[in-house]
């Protein structure tokens, strides 16, 4: 038996501290004569994560989304929304840190922001979108390829 007990390694610690929205408009620019209209919009979703240390293990990670809906080339409604999340994340090894950051953070913050869409599309009078789910591992592969290529994503 030896003196040297085995160095415990601290466990990981990945915690949600706050969700909240940090920006969100909604507009509808052609207002009242597009709700005459009886095509179906037609849908156009852009979606960007940022993740920033605010101090030590604290971390900010941004869901953006801006949703514009187009009615024969008139804008029946506009969303943009910024929901974030404050996380405390502690002894992850640094490989895994990027992707918890790139992908677990806005898998959590997406239902929030999918509520928020779909509740703020209601009230302007239109029918409840209902945002698809979103692969963000997938969206954070795609990422880390184009940076590898040196290709600077949208």
């Given amino acids: 038996m030896t003196d040297q007990q085995p160095q415990q390694q601290a466990l990981p610690v990945f915690n949600i501290e706050k969700i909240y929205v940090k920006d969100?408009?909604?507009?509808?620019?052609?207002?009242?004569?597009?709700?005459?209209?009886?095509?179906?919009?037609?849908?156009?979703?852009?979606?960007?994560?940022?993740?920033?240390?605010?101090?030590?293990?604290?971390?900010?990670?941004?869901?953006?989304?801006?949703?514009t809906a187009k009615v024969n080339d008139k804008t029946a409604f506009m969303v943009e929304l910024q929901q974030a999340g404050i996380f405390r994340i502690e002894n992850l090894p640094p490989e895994a840190m990027e992707p918890a950051l790139g992908v677990g953070c806005p898998n959590i913050l997406f239902p929030y922001a999918r509520e928020a869409v779909s509740d703020a599309v209601l009230k302007a009078g239109f029918p409840p979108l209902?945002?698809?789910?979103?692969?963000?591992?997938?969206?954070?592969?795609?990422?880390q390829q184009a940076q590898a290529a040196g290709v600077k994503p949208n």
Avoid at 134 to 143: A, I, K, R, S, T
């Fill in 130 to 143: 209902m945002l698809q789910p979103v692969n963000f591992e997938l969206l954070y592969l795609q990422q």
């Fill in 24 to 67: 969100f408009s909604v507009e509808v620019p052609n207002a009242p004569t597009i709700f005459l209209e009886r095509d179906q919009p037609q849908m156009d979703m852009q979606l960007n994560t940022q993740s920033t240390q605010v101090e030590n293990n604290i971390y900010q990670t941004v869901l953006t989304l801006t949703i």
